[in-house]
């Protein structure tokens, strides 16, 4: 049975699970309204970044009620109060009054007086405050009701008090009314030759000048859900908190005013006291750790200059993506965290790519929005850090049984060094997990002990595999210190492997594998000489091997299925080198001090030996199952110098 990540194993189908699942988990999320504060809060830090370091056109100036003067007048200000206020605006050439204070009945005795003088002067305005389920609302000044003079005070606060939205218009399915922003601004684009007009793509949205306002809809940007009855636009804040001149009342009051701090303007009149509770929070009300509130008639200045400003220079409106482009966007990022993932393997790169990304999410971002473009921030980087986490999680899983499964074939039979290259090359010969068939060139090395059949027999079963693994391990050490790969073990012959799993990309290379396994076997006579001295001293029996080696092309993969896999060579190299180590069992001559170890060589083999070995020309052979003869050399040992090959 494959396992289950073998059935995903490829990069491709990693990425789109990892993908999908995290964009799966993240819409829902998204639907469910989960990450909208944390949107909102993205939000109102890309307004805070995106402030013009200019100061605004100070066509509006506020006349501030103050708590001292609160204390003075009284509250609610008297009629005849209000009434010296606007006749002295007035009498200095103000341009329009608003006055952001709820007069629905008379306060004083000076309320004739106080309507005479509205009644006169129609660039007053005055608030009022729309009725609906959750309350009566509040008319205006009699002599005003029914008049295009009033506009509600009504604001759309988010959850925190912090207002992201105006108001154009409210109806309750009667009774259609205009915000007192829209009223005090179109009185003031009029003046220019500028007049509400449909817009011609879509009559019913309002169009001011060159700029149409959209209408909010529920789900807008980050928002999910949220109340958008009646005409409700993006406050786009583009100077920061709302701040506007201000004069005092009774400055006003008393006539210490300049006429130019008041000519030509519009002027509000609201209250600056914290006992009246008419302030809100804006988006630049947090972020200090003191939160600093707005006060409604400051909101009201800012809606009207950012009306005016849409109808007179074209101010763009914020606009955000469609619901399909923005989850669009956000799949975009997950996907581009799981590919992160499936590509970068060092954590060091990882980190700094993930960094990379992440900050390119959040400058493009800023930069959308400094074009009046609002598209989400937090879901794509949650979904970008999320798949990439995801991603690499499970990538070092999979790697972990790649590495588990690759040093399984080849740890225990190589040295640590050689295991650790052979995991760093491993896209070189490895596939889906396993060794993938591979046609190069290497050398084979054969060895076996001489009569071991006789020992075997006259050798209790224990004391001869004692023995045998003592013999077995020392030769082992010395294959895996010079490289090789122990292939098999077959009775008491020992099959190496030099240039493999890991191709030699040339001739150099080839030639190195051949060297080290010339090498190796040299270092193999003199282990087995150690060995002997030993046995002598212990009275066991003492031992002969013969050893073939052969370079040449053949097959390196795996063999076997999940549970067992075996990584293996095949090939004519393999059986000639298994030839020339039985052929080694036919040469005689003087004894000499190498006879314990017999050592024949391929000419394929000796013609890359050079660097310092001598070996004896034995002459041309049929080595046995084979039908064109070969070449035969003794490997006699090392040469003192560098050079060619050495003939003894």
């Known amino acids: 049975m494959v396992p289950l990540y073998r059935r995903f194993d490829s990069r491709l189908m990693a990425l789109a699970l990892s993908t999908g699942l995290v964009f799966g988990v993240i819409a829902v999320l998204r639907l469910t309204g989960s990450f909208q504060w944390a949107e909102l809060q993205a939000y109102d830090w890309l307004l805070q970044s995106r402030v013009h370091k200019v100061s605004r056109d100070h066509r509006i100036v506020i006349v501030e009620i103050t708590e001292d003067d609160i204390l003075r007048y009284g509250w609610p200000l008297p009629d005849g109060t209000l009434d010296d206020l606007l006749n002295r605006l007035l009498a200095m050439g103000t341009d329009l009054i608003g006055v952001d204070v709820y007069r629905d009945h008379p306060i004083g005795s000076a309320g004739e007086r106080l309507a005479r003088t509205i009644a006169e002067n129609d660039q007053i305005f005055w608030v009022s405050k729309f009725g609906d ?98 005409y409700q636009y993006l406050l786009s804040y583009p100077y920061g908190r709302p701040e506007f001149p201000k004069v005092g009342l009774h400055e006003a009051v008393e006539g210490r005013l300049k006429p130019d701090d008041v000519k030509g303007k519009l002027v509000l009149i609201g209250v600056f006291s914290q006992s009246v509770k008419d302030f809100f929070y804006t988006p630049f009300s947090h972020g200090s750790g003191n939160r600093q509130p707005s006060f409604g008639v400051e909101l009201h200045a800012e809606m009207i200059d950012q009306i005016v400003r849409h109808g007179l220079l074209g101010s763009p409106t914020t606009r955000s993506l469609w619901e399909t482009m923005e989850a669009a966007w956000i799949l975009a990022w997950c996907a581009l965290g799981a590919l992160i993932a499936s590509a970068m393997r060092s954590p060091a790169i990882f980190t700094m790519v993930l960094g990379v990304a992440a900050a390119s999410l959040t400058l493009g971002v800023y930069a959308a929005f400094t074009a009046f473009w609002w598209i989400p921030i937090v879901p794509p980087m949650i979904g970008l850090v999320a798949t990439a986490g995801l991603g690499a999680s499970y990538m070092a899983y999979r790697e972990w049984l790649d590495r588990a499964n ?83 073990f077959v009775g008491d012959a020992v099959m190496a492997v030099f240039g493999v799993p890991i191709p030699c990309r040339d001739e150099a290379a080839v030639s190195e594998q051949a060297r080290k396994a010339a090498d190796c076997a040299l270092t193999m006579r003199a282990e087995l000489d150690r060995l002997n001295n030993r046995w002598r001293a212990e009275h066991r029996p003492m031992i002969r091997i013969r050893v073939g080696i ?25 059986n000639i080198a298994a030839r020339l180590e039985a052929f080694a069992d036919t040469l005689t001559g003087e004894p000499t001090k190498y006879d314990a170890c017999t050592i024949v060589l391929s000419e394929s083999t000796r013609g890359r030996l050079n660097e310092g070995f001598v070996t004896k020309r034995i002459g041309e052979t049929t080595l046995k199952g084979k039908e064109r003869p070969v070449t035969v050399f003794q490997l006699i040992d090392r040469t003192a110098t560098r050079g060619q090959a050495k003939e003894a």
Do not use: C
């Open 550 to 574: 052969h370079t040449g092309e053949l097959t390196a993969g795996s063999l076997g299925g999940v549970d067992r896999m075996e990584y293996t060579v095949i090939g004519d190299t393999v």
């Open 133 to 230: 389920a959750s309350g009566p609302g509040v008319a205006p000044p009699a002599v005003l009701r029914g008049t295009d003079r009033v506009g509600f005070a009504d604001m759309v606060p988010d959850a925190g008090g912090i207002v992201r939205r105006g108001l154009l218009f409210l109806d309750d399915g009667v009774n259609v009314e205009s915000s007192f922003a829209l009223q005090l601004a179109l009185r003031h684009l009029a003046s220019q030759g500028i007049y509400a007009q449909p817009s011609n793509r879509d009559p019913s949205h309002l169009r001011l000048g060159p700029t149409t306002l959209v209408p909010f809809e529920p789900n807008d940007g980050s928002y999910v859900g949220a109340d958008a009855r009646g």
């Open 406 to 488: 690759l040093m399984g074939l080849f740890s225990r039979h190589v040295s640590g060094p050689v295991a650790e290259d052979i995991w760093l090359h491993r896209d070189e010969f490895l596939e889906h997990g396993r060794p993938k068939p591979q046609q190069l060139q290497a050398t084979v090395l054969f060895s076996d002990i001489k009569g071991f059949t006789h020992i075997s027999e006259s050798t209790e079963p224990a004391v001869l595999m004692e023995w045998l693994n003592i013999y077995m391990e020392s030769m082992t050490q010395v294959i895996a210190a010079h490289g090789g790969i122990v292939d098999k």
